[in-house]
């Protein structure tokens, strides 16, 4: 597995070793100690997700305040722009966000860390994102992180207006959030 620093030192960008031949290919997409020997992180995972969307569709920015989830990412059909925002007050990197493309072509992954609120935007007609977690879901502890906040400046590749969920149209400012200490320490 091929392991890619971001600006961002705790968000990884991992990448499987894919065989591929004239009949397709084959590839690990998760193994427990292949990820802690790479990353040298030492999480256990509890809960596999999949999602369908459709092109245009922005999910996010998602983060739970007990419960932390840590967020490996994937996508087995089409492609995201994938982000995540660090949320971590402590952190030299405290509102500074992490973007890339993670495709069914690259077979990238990205770890997403607890403390990081995250978010994806669907670019291709439809996608398939598939991501495991290091902590249950807990609704009462699920917070949204608005979209569009200036003051954090996503630079999300749109070429419409994003389709959200009520959810994520509410989402709080990063000044809002920490105003009502919904980030971490």
């Known amino acids: 597995m091929k392991i890619t620093a971001t600006p961002i030192p705790a968000v990884l960008i991992l990448e499987p070793r894919v065989f591929q031949d004239d009949r397709g290919f084959f590839l690990e997409s998760f193994n427990q100690r292949v990820f802690q020997e790479t990353t040298q992180l030492d999480y256990t995972f ?4 999949h999602s369908r969307s459709t ?7 998602h983060y739970q305040l007990e ?3 840590g967020k490996l990412v994937r996508v087995a059909s089409g492609s995201i722009y994938d982000v995540a925002v660090d949320l971590r007050r402590s952190s030299p990197t405290f509102g500074q966000w992490v973007g ?3 495709s069914a072509e690259n ?3 990205l770890w997403v860390p607890p403390g990081f609120a995250h978010g994806f935007y669907v670019i291709s007609d439809q996608a398939d994102v598939l991501y495991k977690t290091t902590d249950y879901y807990h609704p009462a502890s699920e917070r949204t992180l608005a979209w569009n906040d200036a003051q954090i400046g996503i630079d999300w590749p749109l070429t419409t207006p994003p389709i959200l969920s009520a959810k994520d149209q509410t989402g709080l400012s990063l000044e809002t959030a920490l105003e009502t200490g919904e980030v971490f320490p």
């Open 46 to 49: 509890v809960q596999d997700n």
């Open 55 to 61: 092109q245009g569709i922005l999910r996010g920015l």
């Open 67 to 69: 419960h932390t989830q």
């Open 100 to 102: 890339t493309v993670l």
């Open 107 to 109: 077979q990238q992954q």
